[in-house]
């Protein structure tokens, strides 16, 4: 693979400018930037031996941002002469060093790069983005690296997508998001007011993008955080906007434009290092063949024994060596993972018998001799493997046309059920965590060297499992349902894409509708997605009354929507615009964008994010789709089953968690009405407004319904009186009286929290460890959401082993019985299955035995199970 180096030249110049101090050849003529923008580029033949290198440079120009956004990169210094005058010098170089410059009116050396990148990979090309500038990051790839320059120029950082997740917590693309909340000084994007790189990060990290933020916006936590992203949302949109890289410029090129057309005038260069008196870098001068030579064994910095393989003879021996019975511990070199059928595994790390086997299944592939042996190695399951992350190996696999079996343990799941908290686990870090030690090799074997460890980290995280009694929750539920997810992400989910036209254009017209009506009832037209305006119309033409001011104007969201709803019509019409430009934009154009070649979502399970133990699904978020509204409920019409003679079944869990609740606390009060088959929320309904069950009316129901769900978070008089819209006095009475009526409850609740203080964690069921620091602070704020989340962890994550443990239940009775039917979706308490019409009765009993048979609690578990001809029909 030839190797494309490309050069921020501006961002280079800069850098080496202010980190160096002043130098001047003998004519007085300033060289610092010169010399380290040289040095750096020097190095870089050194290290990376590119076949080709581009310079790309911005022009004095204005560009389309500019254009766009007067005030881009306002307040910016000029650039000091001494700087200005070594840019010719510089070119003068890269000419004698045979290096193609671009530079284009209207666009930055950035969005040149981000074109020039992606044109390169997409010809078969290794690209590295050398840059003094973060905002590159969002370029990387699996075959894209950007390298950063550090401490002036003399250290550096190299990233690919895979360090960017693991370092950062975000994937490259979500990196612009994280810029478009937080703004960059540097470049005068404004982003969003009060939110620093920090909140940023963990934001993306929650919701993946600014878009799907501000449809999740009222599960953000803190006040002023979520104030300002309602406020400032389309601020937001459109700083992402500016932060993001071109990659499209409109530049005519071909493979010939990038590569080098002459060889390097060593003579030349040497003459203009003797001008510049860069005496020191004489030597330095790169030779025009610098292509790197393909070695079998690589020795990193801690004489690891690292042996590739890429033919079928070596891939012999090295199966022959195997013992049956003996473990081999496994990682895997994945790409596009966001698309199924563009999953690609390049490479699988092995180690045995303290080696590491590098196989290059790229060339293996194209081998069935050797594709042969390496079946014969990965789908024995006498040949015992303990694996990184099988999960996607499985999946990536599956591609392939390989089963991997044999797999007793996965290290990056054991490490999420020791510690919940941390929502990523990268190896490197597991690592330093547990081992301390820290892995230094470079970009072609790091990942060979990590894969050294992972025998001691079997060891550790093995051990710390059976240590915390977690031997049936991670043997019997999380490590078999890698398998299940991957089934799931193979499978994917079929969506019907001329219904979701159809959708689109309904959303339009809906859209329109509810603009028009809004517009009647201001007796204006207006921009509705501007707070500014909308504050406006709602406060001054109509005078309601003002809730909350920020310091732009007035605040228009949702709490103050809600809080004005019964003032006036035009206040749910708006709150259900809102929703609809949500929908339409999230979940109709978003949809459009990951329907993979098949025709099918194949959405990522990730099992390891949240600290409840719950699944999340990303790319898209399937288990999101918002349904207060009928537009919202029909966006699942679009999900319909594989083939004609095939039907959506959906299964869903009745009540489960107030059904461990009543487990839990062994509430017999609770436990009888469960038994008895009475409607739970009706019984509390009966017990706390003191009425027969026969004259509950539906207020009283919902009210009730509210007391429970609220008690299993721990709420409060205030949350439930802005919840139900009652005084808070009235709200306390009903908190009172469903303590005295469900007396256990309020014990458990109590005693809950004290083990939490003592111990720093609570357990679920099966003992699913939940870590609590939160409680112990002297913060009574922080304190008192430690609180609330003693209470509910328990129970939200004992839930969570149920559906998981109930998905392991179904698929392997589905598997057992080589069923055509399968287990596509889990949302929260719910399973979807695509079921052959002629397996229907089977799978029906096969389901509801394995939901409601799981586990045995104090209490019956029950769902409701429907059929349809797409997931709308069948909820």
Known sequence: MEKLLLLDSNSLLNRAFYALPPLTNSEGLHTNAVYGFTNMLLKMYEEIKPDHVVAAFDRKAPTFRHTEYADYKAGRKKMPPELAEQFPVVK????????????????EADDIIGTLSTFAEKEGMEVYILT?????????????????TKKGVSEKEIYDKNRMISDMGVTPAEFIDVKGLMGDASDNIPGVPGIGEKTAFKLIQSYGSIENLLMNIDEVSGKKVKENLQNYSEQAIFSKKLATIMTEVPIEMDLEDIKSKEKFDIEGIKKLFFKLQFKSLVDKIPQPAMAETNTVSIKPNKEIDITRINNGKDLDEFIKSLEVNEISYLNFDISNKEFYTKTAIHEIYVTYKEKVYVLEIETILKSNEAMNLLKSYLENDNYKKVCYDAKNAFTALH????????????????????????????????????????PQGNENEIMAEENYYLPKLYHILSNKIHEDDMKKLYYDVELPLTEVLSSMEVLGFKVDRSKLEELGDKFKLEIESTQKEIYSMADEEFNI????????ILFEKLDLPVIKKTKTG?????????????????????????????????????????????????????QTVTSTGRLSSTEPNLQNIPIKYEMGREIRKVFVPFHENNLILSADYSQIELRVLAHIASDENMISAFRDKIDIHTKTASEVFKVPLDEVTKLMRGRAKAVNFGIVYGIGDFSLSKD???PRKEAKEYIDIYFQRYPAIKSYLTDIVEEAKNKGYVNTILNRRRFIPEIGSSNKIVKSLGERLAMNAPIQGSAADIIKLAMVRVYEELENRKLKSKLILQVHDELILNVHEDE????????KKAMEEVLELKVPLEIDMNIGKDWYEAK
């Open 554 to 606: 007035y605040s228009t969201n949702a709490e103050v929507l809600e809080q004005l709803s019964p003032k006036h019509p035009i206040i749910d019409k708006i709150t259900y615009y809102r929703q609809l430009t949500k929908l339409n934009s999230t979940y109709i154009e978003g949809l459009k964008n990951v329907i993979d070649d098949d025709g099918c979502i194949h959405s990522s399970f990730n």
């Open 529 to 536: 997605n501007s707070p500014k305006q909308l504050g406006k």
């Open 399 to 438: 591609k392939a046309g390989v089963k991997l079996s044999g797999v007793i343990f996965d290290v990056m799941v054991a490490a999420y059920l020791v510690d919940a908290s941390k929502g990523q686990y990268p190896l490197i870090t597991l690592i330093n965590e547990y081992l301390g030690e820290d």
């Open 724 to 726: 139900i819209k009652v």
């Open 840 to 847: 229907l009765e089977k799978v029906k009993f096969i389901v």
């Open 92 to 107: 003068e170089l890269l000419e004698l060093l045979a290096i193609n410059i671009f530079e284009i009116d209207g666009f």
């Open 132 to 148: 003094g500038d973060k905002d590159a990051l969002q370029l990387a790839t699996d075959n894209v690296k950007v390298i950063i």
